[in-house]
């Protein structure tokens, strides 16, 4: 399967844990994303990075979460002292930015589920 | 703030009815509006696009208007079949540059597929 893949896809942790969520996408893709998702909503945007650097935070990423891409490939989202609030679905999604592909379209993963006890 | 949502949270149709699904943005300024298809357990699945100077456009079995003067979008699937129920949601966002999005969601409507 070449599409984004996340890991774990399920994740139980206690209250103050801290959880790391990892995500590999599509191999020529330079764009990647991290959205989060609830039950019933749709997803929204946390952050996204263009090969390593990553260009923009959305105000729902608080400080205890941090989201890396040291190589420009795959990406850790880490969340310290989890809360209850944090439990959702942590959706990773890549792209291909070209000029010459004027396209919006993300490609998104399976999901890693979150529930904070 | 801006926000994109939908009018009807649940819809019906018999194997083989054409589905409309309905979405309202609320942001003027949006410019490029896309429908995702989102199945039990899994993610997001791109299904069709559009710009704000277009106002229709069709793909494989579906068509996706736009009316910018009410700021509407309309997702439409022709030959409804069982494996288009799912949950769909619109989004809107720029298109950043050279490509790739940063999109926001509306809260999704899901389409059941009666046999």
């Known amino acids: 399967d070449t599409g984004v893949s996340q890991d774990p896809r399920h994740k139980i942790t206690k209250r103050g844990q801290n959880v790391t969520f990892r995500c590999d996408p599509i191999?020529?893709?330079?764009?990647l994303y991290w959205y989060r998702q609830t039950l019933g909503q749709g997803p929204e945007f946390l952050t996204y990075?263009?090969?390593?650097?990553?260009?923009?935070k959305s105000r729902l990423l608080s400080d205890r979460f941090s989201a890396e891409r040291p190589k420009g490939s795959f990406s850790t989202l880490e969340i310290q002292r989890t809360e209850q609030g944090d439990s959702a679905m942590y959706l990773c999604?890549?792209?291909?930015?070209?000029?010459?592909?004027?396209?919006?379209?993300?490609?998104f993963g399976e999901g890693s589920r979150l529930t904070v006890l | 703030g801006e926000s994109v949502g939908l009018h009807l949270p649940t819809l019906s149709v018999q194997e083989g009815d054409n589905s409309i699904i309905n979405c309202a943005y609320s942001?003027?300024?949006?410019?490029?509006f896309i429908w995702y298809k989102q199945e039990s357990g899994k993610g997001p699945q791109f299904i069709i696009d559009?710009?704000?100077?277009?106002d229709k456009r069709q793909g494989q079995r579906v068509t996706v208007l736009l009316n910018k003067t009410v700021k509407h979008l309309s997702l439409q699937i022709a030959a409804t079949q069982p494996g288009d129920s799912a949950v769909y949601f619109c989004?809107?966002?720029?298109?950043?540059?050279?490509?790739?999005?940063?999109?926001?969601f509306g809260t999704g409507t899901q389409l059941k597929v009666e046999l």
């Open positions: 999604a890549s792209s291909l930015g070209r000029y010459s592909i004027p396209t919006g379209e993300l490609f």
């Open positions: 191999s020529e893709h330079n764009r």
């Open positions: 990075f263009q090969n390593e650097a990553q260009l923009e």
């Open positions: 942001n003027s300024a949006s410019d490029y």
């Open positions: 559009i710009r704000s100077n277009m």
């Open positions: 989004a809107e966002g720029p298109i950043l540059t050279g490509g790739g999005n940063k999109l926001t």
